[in-house]
């Protein structure tokens, strides 16, 4: 059996590019960027065609176009907001981390978690951190400083070959 222990270290700017990489992971694979387009097209044929007659189908567009910026601005907002509070609830800035051939396990002092493979879709990379992508989509990031290149690519290749894979 293949086991890999560490401890990590946190950091407040290593929480925020983890979650700025987790949103941009979400909105180009969740977000449909065709309506955007499309709505921007509209949009802008609209303005030059009818320039001085705006209707209320162009006032539509307008308004679709700032909710859905704002929908995702809100996204994002929360989603920095709940990992940064973790982060300041946690005492220690640290966790304990344990990749075996069966489950994935970070213990900290706020709590553990303890995951099969399976549970985990997909690991972005930031310079500083792995950002494990679950399937329920949330997140959380696995500083890489001090972490064997060996303990790192076998969670890669756990999360992306088989075991997590999406």
């Keep these: 059996m293949t086991t890999f222990e560490f401890d990590v270290v946190y950091s407040e700017p290593q929480v925020r590019n983890a979650v700025g990489a987790y949103f941009r992971h979400m909105v180009r694979r969740h977000f449909t960027w065709k309506v955007v387009v499309a709505e921007a097209v509209f949009l802008a044929v609209m303005m030059w065609a009818y320039a001085r007659r705006v ?80 399937r329920n989509r949330s997140m959380f990031g696995i500083p890489t400083s001090g972490v064997s290149p060996d303990a790192l690519a076998f969670i890669r290749q756990q999360i992306g070959t088989g075991h997590g894979a999406a």
């Design 55 to 134: 209707g209320w189908a162009l006032g539509a567009i307008v308004l679709s176009v700032l909710v859905e910026a704002l929908f995702l601005l809100l996204l994002y907002r929360s989603l920095l907001r709940n990992s940064l509070d973790k982060y300041h609830e946690m005492g220690v800035h640290g966790a304990h981390v344990v990749a075996d051939d069966l489950t994935f396990t970070v213990r900290s002092d706020i709590g553990m978690s303890q995951l099969p493979w399976r549970m985990l879709a997909d690991v972005l990379e930031t310079p500083e951190t792995l950002v494990v992508v679950m």
